[in-house]
């Protein structure tokens, strides 16, 4: 097993998330668990409604591209997991809570797997993040991308490679990005 400790400081007293990685699952621990005091295990997930904790915190990550909107966050686990080839009710993540903490457990859906099940390649999240921007903005500079992620504008450009379906298209600031659809 592989883990390590976020703490997070606050105006309240600090919170850790504790991530703990074995070879068949992930899990998640978060601090507090569901804000109406309810238990997620009595409660279909995909209908739950959103209720944001630290709204400041939750602006901060939108804006950063890392959070897309209020409430698609157990729709994206599950339907990330389901869309997978190796996929199986028996690997479906799963939710627990109790009055002081939240637990998320995401399944390994490459463990055990025979070698001759094909692998679908894994998505980049940097290249996810490039992507999103490009659609909110056609016409972003790779400058821009790598200001906001952190990273050079060269590893920029390798991603967008790497993706394969983005292509400029013009010249400089009056050029703009075009995803190519199969």
Do not use: C
């Not at 209720?51 to 591209?65: E, K, M, S």
């Not at 797997?113 to 390649?121: A, D, G, M």
């Not at 050079?152 to 400089?172: E, N, P, Q, Y």
């Amino acid at each position: 097993m592989t883990g390590f400790f976020l703490l997070i400081k606050g105006r309240e007293a600090p919170h850790f998330f504790e991530i703990d990685i074995y070879d068949d699952r992930m899990e998640i621990y978060s601090p507090g668990g569901m804000p109406d005091g309810s238990i997620i295990q009595d409660k279909d997930p995909l209908t739950v409604p959103s209720t944001r904790r630290n709204p400041v915190l939750a602006d901060i990550f939108n804006r950063l591209g890392y959070m897309e909107r209020k409430g698609s966050g157990f729709g994206k686990i599950i339907g990330g997991y389901e869309f997978q080839n190796n996929y199986d009710e028996s690997k479906k993540p799963s939710f627990r809570s109790v009055r002081y903490q939240f637990t998320v457990v995401m399944p390994n859906l490459n463990y055990n797997v025979p070698r001759n099940v094909p692998q679908k390649k894994e998505s980049n999240p940097l290249e996810i993040q490039i992507l999103n921007m490009i659609k909110k903005d056609n016409k972003i500079s790779t400058e821009k991308m790598a200001m906001t992620l952190g990273i050079s504008s060269k590893t920029v450009k390798r991603h967008i490679k790497d993706i394969g379906i983005v292509r400029f298209v013009g010249r400089g600031s009056n050029g703009h990005w075009e995803i190519i659809d199969d």
